[in-house]
């Protein structure tokens, strides 16, 4: 427990991978750097919407518990979608994405080999990915607009980066991250939301 710089509230980290935490007071962007908090700014409003999901909700993924401990929201030309940063119990962390009613959960995965520019992606062209074949399904630019609570790398609030989104076998699908060099793979599946047995949800009318 450590206090918040800009407005004296008190700020947990409930994970050890958390590098950055959002002011639930103030909205002060904080970097935690070994015993010392750095305030990076402020961070925008989250947009509103109808997600059940909140921090502190608590899942399983196959058995394994987690706890919902941070969000980005990110924005794109048609709308916007969240991404659910999951502390799971054995220190793992993994993300929930949320968009038009679909959840996917991911994990960042080393690759087997570089992943290719985003300009040599075709919508509809395929990847290898480890012994799996995946197919281009969409090809993005998104800005990170605004986020709460922990999450695990230090997010570039209000700059946009390219993203490439890819099906593959059954409900299997990857991201291509190119917000860095050399760019992310997230790994993951389609989930239906009952099956992650979450408690702990916001209230929703008509739910």
């Keep these: 427990m450590t206090n918040c710089p800009s407005c004296g509230a008190p700020v947990s980290f409930k994970s050890s991978v958390t590098l950055l935490a959002v002011c639930a007071y103030c909205r002060s962007l904080l970097l935690r750097k070994d ?11 989250l ?21 919902v401990i941070g969000r980005i929201q990110m924005r794109y030309p048609e709308g916007f979608w969240n991404e659910w940063h999951l502390n799971f119990i054995d ?20 690759p087997a080999a570089p992943l290719p520019e985003i300009e040599k992606l075709a919508v509809g062209g395929e990847i290898g990915l480890g012994s799996e074949t995946y197919t281009v399904r969409d090809k993005r630019e998104a ?5 709460e609570g922990e999450l695990p790398f230090r997010v570039p609030f209000g700059e946009k980066a390219s993203f490439a989104d890819l099906s593959g076998p059954g409900q299997r699908f990857a991201t291509i991250d190119y917000s860095e060099e050399p760019p992310l793979l997230f790994l993951g599946e389609y989930v239906p939301f009952d099956s992650l047995a979450l408690t702990g949800l916001k209230e929703i009318e008509g739910w």
């Design 35 to 45: 015993l010392d908090i750095e305030d990076l700014g402020k961070v925008a409003q």
């Design 47 to 67: 947009m509103p919407d109808g997600s059940p999901v909140q921090l502190g909700a608590e899942g399983k993924y196959k058995g394994a518990p987690f706890a």
């Design 91 to 110: 220190g793992k962390y993994g993300w929930l994405g949320e968009a038009q009613g679909l959840y996917a959960l991911s994990f960042k995965t080393d």
């Design 143 to 147: 800005e990170y607009a605004s986020g």
